[in-house]
């Protein structure tokens, strides 16, 4: 049975050095589910424009739904200026003012989030109060689903009070290893480690689970019940790592809600990350064959401590 995933935030154009890629964590994250086989619905906003036009050109080719993707008369298509180091990691420059800020709570949208399964959300969404009550409207609509908030903290587009809101909303976190040190000084953790501080974060908000991604030395998941597994990384050919957590995060995800452990899940959506980081851009369709052909082949293994 096919499950319901819905994203809402946000849709833009990732303006990389060779040239545009349709982005946004969201829909990078429901493309994926979709190409694992489940429904993705994206609640998202773009310009009528002509960059907005392209996007949903774009959204057609990839197979995705048109049904929640809202189009805004007076404010523009999302953007992001990405300039890639010599590791391949990005950094961001966001615009401001633009059509993802200000998505409606439409009646379809509702009604889709009543559906689902799983609803994820991000920070990036929440920098406006427009599209931060939204957010709040859908999750509280979809009583039923699994909420999992992959947190992509970007400069400038958080503060700690949309940060604890979000936590107190969530089962499921996903933070990378950075951002897991950022909010330990923004909520005033104690531990040290990796592994105490996302156990710290599920006593404190009543998280479900927490998900880590270790950039190239894999991921780590915890439970509230104390369970633990560690997946190293992957040695492989970077290409660039755009898209590749959002990628990750959508394998687990697939993985759960389809009644895989916890480590399967782990297991499944790192060897995602790993093979979209293998590729440029965050939209390069890999099958399920292919990431379990990948699961299978030997490969050199990196590790850290946790």
């Known amino acids: 049975?096919?499950?319901?995933?819905?994203?809402?935030?946000?849709?833009?154009?990732?303006?990389?050095?060779?040239?545009?890629?349709?982005?946004?964590?969201?829909?990078?994250?429901?493309?994926?589910?979709?190409?694992?086989?489940?429904?993705?619905?994206?609640?998202?906003?773009?310009?009528?424009?002509?960059?907005?036009?392209?996007?949903?050109?774009?959204?057609?080719?990839?197979?995705?739904?048109?049904?929640?993707?809202?189009?805004?008369?007076?404010?523009?298509?999302?953007?992001?200026?990405?300039?890639?180091?010599?590791?391949?990691?990005?950094?961001?420059?966001?615009?401001?003012?633009?059509?993802?800020?200000?998505?409606?709570?439409?009646?379809?949208?509702?009604?889709?989030?009543r559906h689902s399964d799983c609803i994820c959300f991000g920070t990036l969404v929440q920098r406006t109060p427009k599209s931060r009550e939204t957010l709040r409207q859908v999750?509280?609509?979809g009583t039923g689903a699994l909420r999992f908030y992959d947190i992509n903290l970007r400069k400038d587009c958080y503060t700690p009070e949309i940060i604890k809101?979000?936590?107190?909303?969530?089962?499921?976190?996903?933070?990378?290893?950075?951002?897991?040190?950022?909010?330990?000084?923004?909520?005033?953790?104690?531990?040290?480690?990796?592994?105490?501080?996302?156990?710290?974060?599920?006593?404190?908000?009543?998280?479900?689970?927490v998900l880590v991604t270790l950039g190239e030395n894999g991921a780590f998941v915890l439970s509230n019940t104390g369970e633990f597994h560690y997946d190293p990384g992957y040695r492989i050919q970077l290409a660039d790592t755009v898209g590749s957590g959002d990628a990750c995060s959508a394998g687990f995800i697939h993985r759960l809600i389809n009644g895989h452990s916890l480590k399967e899940a782990l297991q499944f959506g790192n060897a995602t990350g790993a093979l979209v980081a293998s590729t440029q851009g965050g939209t390069q369709f890999i099958s399920k064959e292919a990431i379990e052909a990948f699961r299978l082949e030997k490969h050199e293994r990196l590790s850290t401590k946790v």
């Open 1 to 113: 049975m096919r499950q319901l995933v819905t994203a809402i935030g946000e849709l833009l154009w990732d303006l990389l050095p060779e040239g545009k890629v349709l982005g946004g964590a969201p829909t990078n994250f429901i493309f994926r589910i979709n190409s694992f086989g489940d429904m993705g619905q994206l609640i998202t906003r773009i310009g009528e424009d002509d960059l907005g036009e392209e996007a949903l050109n774009c959204i057609r080719e990839l197979g995705l739904s048109e049904q929640n993707i809202q189009v805004d008369p007076h404010y523009p298509t999302g953007t992001v200026q990405v300039d890639l180091n010599a590791q391949g990691i990005p950094d961001y420059t966001i615009h401001t003012e633009v059509a993802y800020d200000h998505i409606d709570p439409t009646f379809s949208a509702l009604a889709i989030a």
């Open 139 to 141: 999750l509280k609509a």
């Open 165 to 209: 809101e979000s936590l107190n909303l969530t089962h499921i976190l996903k933070i990378n290893d950075e951002e897991l040190v950022t909010l330990k000084e923004l909520l005033k953790l104690k531990p040290d480690s990796l592994k105490e501080l996302a156990g710290e974060l599920i006593q404190d908000y009543q998280l479900q689970t």
